[in-house]
């Protein structure tokens, strides 16, 4: 089972793709960022500029990712993925309208990936004033991020009904590094439970039986 996490710059995909991810132990697919990324992408993203191609970049990550959770993934398994083809086509509202068209052409390289839910999560005021004013990462212009936040939050929403096996998630006062926080996603977006490790207090090891 393929679970795609998306939303807008900053929302919290990434954190809650590996949180996920280690809960069900069965492994976590991200986008990465800085230091993963060519490091010409974060400057195009930044000034607009060369929208075909940082569209067919990401497609093309996140299409390496489907193909290698597709070789781990089944029935009694929860695989987490950053990113599906709805990501591609909401970050469309960003470029001008004489790019709709080509960026149109890019979102098919996404046809074949179907995962089997999509968590589009969304985001009144705590991602703007927790997770994006407050990081300040040296690479990004704040208030040009809130602005990129603000579009593509709302382009998100509008396409999420669009697509099939996909909930929208309000992440707001939800913390995803705690327990709380992670199983009101679970129970929101109609996950199956997963396996809890054990722990207890004891004097003696006993080995775990196969």
Same mark, same amino acid.
């Given at each position: 089972?393929?679970?795609?996490? /998306?939303?807008? $710059? ?27 990324? =060519?490091?010409?992408?974060?400057? =195009?993203?930044? %000034?607009?500029?060369?929208? /075909? !191609? /940082? ?12 193909? &290698?959770? %597709?070789?781990? =993934?089944? +029935? =009694?398994? #929860? ?7 709805? +990501? ?19 979102? %098919?390289? !996404? ?8 968590? /589009?999560?969304?985001?009144? +005021? ?34 999420? $009904?669009?697509?099939? &096996?996909? #909930?929208?998630?309000?992440?707001? &006062? ?5 327990? %709380?926080?992670?199983?009101? #996603? ?25």
């Amino acid at each position: 089972m393929r679970i795609a996490i /998306v939303g807008g $710059p900053g929302v919290g995909k990434s954190t809650l793709v590996r949180q996920l991810g280690d809960l069900y132990q069965h492994g976590s697919y991200g986008e990465g960022e800085k230091g993963v990324w =060519d490091t010409r992408v974060l400057a =195009d993203i930044e %000034a607009g500029r060369n929208p /075909v !191609g /940082v569209t067919a970049y990401f497609g093309r990550l996140y299409d390496a990712n489907y193909r &290698s959770a %597709a070789a781990h =993934d089944n +029935t =009694d398994r #929860v695989i987490l993925l950053e990113g599906a083809r709805i +990501t591609l086509e909401a970050h469309i509202v960003e470029y001008p309208p004489e790019y709709h068209a080509e960026l149109h052409h890019v979102l %098919a390289i !996404g046809d074949r990936w179907q995962p089997d839910r999509v968590i /589009v999560l969304t985001s009144g +005021t705590d991602t703007i004033e927790k997770h994006i004013r407050l990081r300040r990462r040296p690479h990004e212009n704040v208030e040009h991020m809130v602005h990129r936040f603000r579009l593509i939050d709302a382009e998100f929403r509008r396409l999420a $009904p669009l697509y099939p &096996s996909t #909930v929208l998630i309000d992440r707001d &006062s939800r913390e995803f590094y705690d327990r %709380a926080g992670l199983e009101s #996603v679970i129970a929101d977006a109609g996950l199956p439970p997963f396996r809890e490790i054990p722990y207890e207090d004891s004097t003696r090891f006993e080995p775990m039986r196969k």
